[in-house]
């Protein structure tokens, strides 16, 4: 099975993603973004990417994925920048699957 990788954020943080093979799917606000997320997660998606400003305003859509390998979905930062809540996102998911904070010992 061929999988795909997707993003989702603002068009002008996911725009320049085609360019490397992603499907795009702008949105504008944590609504469309969800209803975004839950259609191409039955689809054929093994990473979905999702820009920091939507995922802070989503976080119950993103949990019902942190237990299921596919589709990955991971917090990246959008055109503003990273403010860390992605980082802060990885950071528990490897204290969850390892059981210790491994990467910043904090």
């Not at 725009?15 to 093979?21: L, S």
């Not at 993103?62 to 920048?81: M, T």
């Amino acid at each position: 099975m061929d999988y795909r990788i997707a993003i989702i954020g603002d068009a002008e943080s996911v725009v320049g993603f085609m360019a490397v093979g992603f499907s795009v799917f702008p949105a504008d606000d944590e609504e469309t973004a969800s209803r975004t997320l839950f259609k191409i997660a039955r689809e054929n998606y093994a990473v979905i990417y999702i820009t920091e400003d939507l995922a802070k305003k989503m976080p119950e859509a993103i949990a019902r994925y942190k237990d299921v390998p596919i589709p990955a979905v991971i917090v990246i930062p959008g055109r503003r920048g990273s403010d860390g809540y992605g980082l802060f996102n990885v950071k528990k998911s490897v204290e969850r699957a390892v059981g210790a904070d491994i990467l910043f010992k904090d």
